[in-house]
């Protein structure tokens, strides 16, 4: 069980309030995470990543385990602690301004 932590405009959006936990068929990877999680809440399809080229939105970023891991390629295996659900996927929202 992968838990998975949203920012809060798309748990609005998925209509969920609290952390996600998701059952990932096969190796747990950051794609088959987001697969995973577009399967579950369709609504959220295009809004963590592009519906074509598959890429990370800007002003999304995903952390776990104390390390970011937006830049990370899809099929890189996830930390052990979040496969083994000790530790959460994040998918934050970023800030800018200026």
Known sequence: MIRVVLPQHLRTL????????????????LGSVLDALETRYPMLRGTI???ITQAR?????FFACEEDLSHERLDAPLPEAVVS?????????AIAGG
């Open 14 to 29: 998925a209509k969920d309030d609290g952390e996600v936990r998701l059952d990932v068929e096969g190796r747990a990877t």
């Open 49 to 51: 990543r592009d519906h």
């Open 57 to 61: 939105r800007p002003f999304l970023r």
């Open 85 to 93: 659900g000790a530790e959460p996927l994040y998918i934050v929202g």
